[in-house]
């Protein structure tokens, strides 16, 4: 049982250039999401997905595209990286309890766009 | 739009000394709230969590938080702090409504000394 698994652990970009991060969960998780985290900002949420083929926006989605094909994968692609998504990317997983979430986390990736 | 905010952003203490992290979040109806840890290098963890009964709520490494509604708060609270606690403390919440996304606070980084 890996739990929630990202790649790559680091990427350096060009700014322009597309890339995918994977993430992928063995936990059958229903609800999976992609957060950014900023100095001074702590997590915010870009994208996240109920169950396979249903995805939706979270607070800070521009320049950020997600799919949710099956249940274990949930990729975040970067169509035209820009210098401002400079980051450290979270995906998280989760099961509901008592109506909430209790979410796991990956190890993240650090992304440089230069 | 719900806000988390995390007034300290950066603690020091000496190994021993006590510890209390304030956590306010905005009015939003029903929550559920949680602390999670980052180590350093490493993913979030959950320290602990509170849905809803007793507001004092017990977590791992000694960690306790207490929910008082009437202030909006959920404040981290640990009697005596090792080396091994430095690391970024944020405090989460979800609301009714939208239950399965998580608002951080910025952060906390604790820095104990030996």
């Known amino acids: 049982n890996a739990g929630v698994t990202q790649t790559p652990k680091f990427q350096v970009l060009k700014t322009g250039q597309s890339m995918t991060l994977q993430c992928a969960q063995d936990?059958?998780?229903?609800?999976m999401s992609w957060y950014r985290q900023d100095p001074g900002m702590g997590l915010r949420l870009i994208h996240y997905?109920?169950?396979?083929?249903?995805?939706d926006q979270g607070e800070v989605p521009n320049g950020y595209n997600v799919s949710r094909s099956t249940t274990e994968d949930f990729p975040l692609r970067l169509l035209s990286a820009a210098p401002s998504q400079t980051s450290v990317y979270f995906c998280?997983?989760?099961?509901?309890?008592?109506?909430?979430?209790?979410?796991?986390f990956g190890a993240g990736t650090r992304l440089s766009v230069l | 739009a719900q806000s988390v905010s995390q007034h300290n952003h950066h603690v020091i203490l000496s190994e021993a000394a006590s510890l209390e992290l304030g956590c306010n979040y905005s009015?939003?109806?029903?929550?559920?709230l949680f602390w999670y840890v980052q180590y350093p290098g490493q993913h979030l963890q959950l320290l602990l969590k509170?849905?809803?009964?007793?507001?004092l709520v017990k977590g791992i490494k000694g960690f306790e938080a207490e929910f008082i509604k009437s202030k909006f708060s959920f404040n981290l609270r640990k009697p005596s702090v090792q080396w091994s606690d430095t690391a970024e403390y944020f405090c989460?919440?979800?609301?009714?409504?939208?239950?399965?996304?998580?608002?951080f606070g910025s952060g906390t980084q604790l820095t104990v000394l030996p």
């Open positions: 998280a997983s989760s099961y509901s309890e008592a109506g909430s979430n209790i979410q796991y």
């Open positions: 936990m059958n998780h229903e609800y």
């Open positions: 997905s109920v169950g396979a083929g249903i995805t």
């Open positions: 009015y939003g109806g029903t929550v559920n």
């Open positions: 509170y849905f809803s009964g007793d507001p």
């Open positions: 989460a919440v979800t609301y009714s409504g939208s239950a399965r996304q998580l608002t």
